[in-house]
């Protein structure tokens, strides 16, 4: 009995050695995953969105220049004043309308403090951004991420600065253009001065939750290693079962027996070319010299 019990238990420590080694390893590969796979998805988050940027803000300075070299020339000399075809601010808002119905993600957007337009009233962040060029003049751009509407983005913002020329409609309210007073009022949007910054155009584009894409990418990530983990747990138990605590049982029962005087059992004789196959067959070698070593001696006596 006590005999049994020890090499039950020393039977089951080599399985269970070989398991301990898995789930430690198991538990190292999902410690590295998990960080890994924040980070590798907060990167891509962050490219994929800085590409799009680029694109956008790229896009919002072709249609100013739209309006600055092609329009505004022609319909000077035609002498018809229309303003967006005038301002590459008030085309930007225009078209900016019409993408959003396409592509709601993007936010485009000139804003400031004293506005014609209510509906581009700095506020938040953009209030922020506008004090920033205030403060510093230098400034030509400013890249950052922030929140509008509750909403997380990557923004491209510049200054605005007022010019002689935008005076034309953000001057004073009597000389301003018919169709700007009479859509915006004469409340808000004038008395800009020449040299000042007025407003910030901003560009965002929405930055993914990386938070959750993280945990939605490690679940599928970690489920794959636990499956691929669980797989390699039953294939290694059932060769080390088979290919070595079997026939070291065998074996172990085998020597027993010849130690209590049984020399007639047969080893089983493995075809396989391993250690343990070297073993059992060496000890069948031995049981059988042994077996007719002691005929012979019998047959003397
Ligand atoms: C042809 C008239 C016109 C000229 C010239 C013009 N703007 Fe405007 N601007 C407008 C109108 C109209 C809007 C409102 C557009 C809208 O509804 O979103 C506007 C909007 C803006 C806004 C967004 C906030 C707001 O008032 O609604 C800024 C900032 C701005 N203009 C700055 C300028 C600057 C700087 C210049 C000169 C470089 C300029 N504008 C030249 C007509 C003009």
Request: charged share 20%; proline share 3%; glycine share 6%.
């Given at each position: 009995?006590?005999?049994?019990?020890?090499?039950?238990?020393?039977?089951?420590?080599?399985?269970?050695?070989?398991?301990?080694?898995?789930?430690?390893?198991?538990?190292?590969?999902v410690?590295?995953?998990?960080?890994?796979?924040?980070?590798?998805?907060?990167?891509?988050?962050?490219?994929?969105?800085?590409?799009?940027?680029?694109?956008?803000?790229?896009?919002?300075?072709s249609?100013?220049?739209?309006v600055?070299?092609?329009?505004?020339?022609?319909?000077?000399?035609?002498?018809?004043?229309?303003?967006?075809?005038?301002?590459?601010?008030?085309?930007?808002?225009?078209?900016?309308?019409?993408?959003?119905?396409?592509?709601?993600?993007?936010?485009?957007?000139n804003?400031?403090?004293?506005?014609?337009?209510?509906?581009?009233?700095?506020?938040?962040?953009?209030?922020?951004?506008?004090?920033?060029?205030?403060?510093?003049?230098?400034?030509?751009?400013?890249?950052?991420?922030?929140?509008?509407?509750?909403?997380?983005?990557?923004?491209?913002?510049?200054?605005?600065?007022s010019?002689?020329?935008?005076?034309?409609?953000?001057?004073?309210?009597?000389?301003?253009?018919?169709?700007?007073?009479?859509?915006?009022?004469?409340?808000?949007?004038?008395?800009?001065?020449?040299?000042e910054?007025?407003?910030?155009?901003?560009?965002?584009?929405?930055?993914?939750?990386?938070?959750?894409?993280t945990?939605?990418?490690?679940?599928?990530?970690?489920?794959?290693?636990?499956?691929?983990?669980?797989?390699?747990?039953?294939?290694?138990?059932?060769?080390?079962?088979r290919?070595?605590l079997?026939?070291?049982?065998?074996i172990?029962?085998?020597?027993k027996?010849?130690?209590?005087?049984?020399?007639?059992?047969?080893?089983?004789?493995?075809?396989?070319?391993?250690?343990?196959?070297?073993?059992?067959?060496?000890?069948?070698?031995m049981?059988?010299?042994?077996?007719?070593?002691?005929?012979?001696?019998?047959?003397?006596?």
């Amino acid at each position: 009995m006590e005999e049994q019990q020890t090499q039950q238990t020393s039977r089951d420590s080599l399985a269970s050695r070989f398991n301990l080694s898995l789930v430690i390893m198991y538990l190292c590969t999902v410690l590295i995953t998990a960080p890994t796979v924040y980070f590798v998805t907060k990167q891509q988050v962050y490219e994929r969105a800085e590409a799009d940027l680029i694109l956008l803000v790229d896009v919002v300075k072709s249609i100013q220049d739209f309006v600055a070299t092609d329009l505004r020339p022609h319909f000077m000399k035609e002498k018809i004043f229309y303003s967006p075809s005038f301002s590459g601010i008030v085309a930007t808002s225009r078209i900016a309308k019409y993408l959003k119905q396409k592509q709601p993600q993007f936010y485009i957007n000139n804003v400031s403090d004293n506005p014609l337009n209510l509906e581009n009233r700095a506020k938040g962040l953009e209030q922020s951004l506008l004090e920033r060029f205030r403060k510093n003049r230098n400034l030509e751009s400013y890249n950052t991420v922030g929140q509008i509407d509750g909403q997380n983005y990557l923004v491209s913002s510049a200054p605005k600065v007022s010019r002689k020329g935008c005076l034309r409609c953000h001057g004073e309210p009597a000389q301003a253009p018919q169709d700007v007073t009479t859509t915006y009022g004469t409340e808000s949007g004038y008395g800009y001065r020449n040299g000042e910054v007025v407003g910030v155009s901003v560009v965002g584009v929405p930055l993914e939750d990386v938070q959750s894409l993280t945990l939605q990418r490690s679940l599928l990530v970690i489920g794959g290693i636990t499956l691929l983990f669980a797989l390699l747990f039953i294939v290694v138990n059932m060769l080390v079962k088979r290919l070595i605590l079997i026939p070291i049982g065998d074996i172990t029962e085998l020597a027993k027996a010849v130690s209590q005087g049984d020399i007639t059992r047969e080893v089983v004789v493995y075809r396989r070319n391993d250690e343990i196959a070297d073993l059992a067959n060496a000890f069948e070698l031995m049981r059988r010299s042994l077996l007719t070593a002691m005929k012979r001696m019998r047959r003397k006596s």
